[in-house]
């Protein structure tokens, strides 16, 4: 479980395709404090630490991972150097910034505009059909792994604003229009909808 607050920007250091895909991330974190088997959200996709050292640490994705997100770009997957946002899994105690996030993401949501609004940049998203319907103005959303409060709803399109911290502490600064993030719609919506169709 994680909360959508970026602590670190890693660096995809090595991709190999072997089965599954296989990534090594280099990190900031004190990988010391970081146990074999532990969760770290990657871009909003919650994925196992299988081998670590220092200043790094390797995950496995599976094919459903691979479909349901970003990760896939022209064919190729991850290429050595991108960015990402990093997020180590909650622990009991620790304050809860942003909103619960799950790391597990739903589909991605197209960049479709972008502008500055004072010292802040508006983002408008395209989100799939089948997503929208989870998406409510002043609700929450996770955007690669970004906590984010939405604006506005117009059918499949949404807007958010994010605000300078955390524009410069996320990789949301190498964001343009036609990229793709990844998107995984607030946990609390998901159940009320799904409560909803079981009413007489």
Avoid at 75 to 80: L, R, T
Avoid at 170 to 192: F, H, K, P, S
């Amino acid at each position: 479980m994680f909360t959508g607050i970026i602590t670190d920007i890693g660096e995809v250091a090595r991709v190999e395709m072997r089965g599954d895909l296989h990534a090594r991330i280099n990190t900031a974190y004190d990988m010391a404090t970081v146990a074999l088997g532990a969760s770290i959200a990657c871009n909003g996709i919650c994925l196992t630490v299988v081998d670590k050292g220092a200043g790094w640490f390797d995950v496995d994705i599976s094919a459903e991972s691979i479909i349901k997100t970003n990760i896939m770009r022209d064919g190729e997957a991850w290429p050595v150097g991108t960015r990402l946002n990093l997020e180590r899994a909650l622990k009991l105690g620790d304050e809860l910034g942003g909103h619960i996030v799950s790391g597990h993401v739903d589909g991605v949501a197209k960049v479709a505009a972008m502008q500055d609004e004072g010292e802040s940049t508006r983002f408008e998203f395209t989100a799939p059909e089948a997503l929208a319907r989870y998406i409510a103005p002043k609700g929450s959303v996770a955007l690669n792994g970004t906590s984010l409060t939405v604006n506005d709803v117009k059918g499949c399109h949404f807007g958010v604003n994010i605000i300078p911290h955390t524009k410069a502490h996320t990789t949301w600064q190498d964001v343009r229009v036609g990229d793709v993030v990844n998107l995984e719609i607030d946990t609390l919506a998901r159940y009320v909808a799904r409560l909803q169709e079981f009413q007489p």
